[in-house]
């Protein structure tokens, strides 16, 4: 586990106005990919607005690698749909981590990074970096890229695993 700093819990909430790839609608769900490390949402059928409440959990050897999400419709006598896809870097959110750590006295809601929507991201929205439930939380709607239309919303959330290095380098203590 040396290698190892911790693990990403990814909450993938729901996706807006997602293509149709079916007659009318599309049985979308969701594919996460770190190398070598690849997750899948339930399908939720028939709906462009899918709500899957779902949480994939991610081991983080190297925080400058990037997540992949794709959207996918399912289909069943042939090749799933491709429903768009987007990136995330995880590097602003361990950022954060790494100023933050083994802060306990934040007020709740406060944001700690707002990060703006621009080309080189698949951001939407403003993203922001907050503190919530004595938790760093990065809430992000990505824009879907390679698509006619799309976002899917989702929450990143770290957990420090006792026996590893975690985000600041100093190996994490079991906690009593």
């Given at each position: ?5 911790g693990l990403l819990r ?6 807006t106005?997602?293509a149709?790839?079916d007659?009318s609608?599309?049985?979308?769900f969701v594919?996460v ?5 690849k997750?899948?949402t339930?399908v ?6 899918p709500e ?6 991610l ?12 959207v996918y419709d399912?289909?069943t ?6 429903m ?8 602003p ?10 802060s ?10 707002k990060i703006?929507?621009d ?9 922001s970096?907050?503190w919530r ?6 809430d ?5 890229n390679?698509v ?10 770290w ?7 975690g985000?600041?380098g100093?190996?994490v203590?079991k906690?009593?």
């Amino acid at each position: 586990m040396e290698e190892l700093l911790g693990l990403l819990r990814i909450r993938v909430k729901k996706g807006t106005n997602l293509a149709v790839r079916d007659t009318s609608s599309s049985d979308p769900f969701v594919v996460v990919t770190m190398d070598p490390q690849k997750l899948k949402t339930r399908v939720v059928k028939n709906t462009c607005n899918p709500e899957w409440k779902e949480e994939l959990t991610l081991s983080i050897k190297e925080p400058v690698v990037p997540i992949h999400l794709t959207v996918y419709d399912k289909d069943t006598f042939t090749v799933d749909d491709k429903m768009g896809d987007a990136e995330i870097s995880i590097e602003p959110y361990i950022e954060v981590l790494r100023t933050h750590k083994g802060s306990q006295d934040l007020p709740e809601g406060c944001a700690l990074k707002k990060i703006q929507p621009d080309k080189k991201n698949c951001l939407a929205a403003e993203s922001s970096i907050v503190w919530r439930n004595g938790k760093i939380i990065q809430d992000l709607n990505l824009r879907l890229n390679n698509v006619e239309c799309g976002e899917v919303e989702v929450q990143l959330e770290w957990i420090d695993v006792p026996g590893c290095k975690g985000v600041g380098g100093e190996e994490v203590l079991k906690k009593d």
